[in-house]
């Protein structure tokens, strides 16, 4: 697989053509960003460590039915994917209260949710990505109801995956954002990432933050955490 011309340079990766038309290569960067990119960073090994972490968990989603655009892993810092035509949508779940939840809410971090809560943000730099819902999705042009329906059923079902997968590894997932996409033919699928970049993950005994709030935070350096979190991957019982 040949990596052709750039195509995009984004927060956290490059997205580059390949020769085959339907596949893109991404690169993960060893860039950090927090407050929509005011607060930005270099920090050696995060690229490597987020590209094996999502790669991990997109097998691991496959072996549950659930599809995803990820094709392989072609080194330590690219993986190959399907060229997909995103939805402008950041889809937040919440299992437990947190960050802008919490803040919104007055509510203290780490209280469960009664029930997994989606939330659409519409993914615009220049706007901050604001909070949108389900009419403003339609308004905007940015999906059909009948998208929206696949979306949120893909979103709760990966949801569910995921706290499964987190608990086996000794993590609660607290919550995430990702992005879907629609396919050449036409088929709606999970695309970009899942790392700590982009889910609260806490330690279920100690409530340690296993994420990018320690970064967004200023808690200390992410790559110990990081290595950790990949570590406990690598050694899951599947
Ligand atoms: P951002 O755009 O938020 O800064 P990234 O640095 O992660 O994010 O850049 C990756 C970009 O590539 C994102 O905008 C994402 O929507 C897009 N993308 C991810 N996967 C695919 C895909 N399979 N096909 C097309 N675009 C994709
Ligand atoms: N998130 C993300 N990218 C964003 C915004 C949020 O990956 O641009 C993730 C974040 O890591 C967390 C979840 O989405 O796991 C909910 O984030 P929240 O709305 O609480 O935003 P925050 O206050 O953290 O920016």
Not at 59 to 69: D, M
Not at 222 to 229: C, F, L, S, W
Request: charged share 30%.
């Amino acid at each position: 697989m040949e990596r052709k011309e750039l195509l995009y340079t984004g927060k956290a990766k490059k997205m580059y053509a390949t020769d085959q038309e339907n596949v893109l290569l991404a690169e993960y960067l060893n860039q950090a960003t927090a407050l929509n990119g005011v607060k930005k960073d270099a920090i050696e090994g995060k690229g490597r460590l987020n590209n094996q972490i999502t790669g991990r968990i997109f097998e691991y989603l496959a072996a549950k039915g659930i599809s995803s655009h990820y094709i392989q892993e072609l080194s330590e810092t690219e993986q190959l994917v399907k060229k997909v035509d995103m939805y402008a949508l950041e889809v937040v779940v919440r299992n437990v209260s947190a960050g802008s939840f919490a803040k919104r809410f007055g509510m203290e971090e780490g209280i469960d949710l009664p029930f997994p809560v989606l939330e659409f943000y519409y993914k615009n730099d220049a706007l901050n990505d604001p909070f949108i819902n389900d009419a403003h999705v339609k308004a905007l042009a940015v999906a059909s109801d009948e998208e929206v329906a696949e979306i949120k059923k893909q979103a709760l079902e990966i949801n569910a995956a995921l706290v499964e997968m987190f608990k086996k590894i000794g993590i609660r997932l607290i919550d995430f954002k990702i992005e879907f996409g629609k396919t050449a033919d036409g088929k709606i699928i999970l695309a970009d990432e899942i790392s700590p970049d982009t889910c609260r993950l806490w330690d279920i005994e100690t409530n340690e933050h296993l994420d990018k709030d320690i970064y967004r935070r200023d808690l200390g350096d992410i790559i110990p955490v990081y290595v950790e979190v990949l570590d406990r991957l690598n050694k899951m019982s599947k």
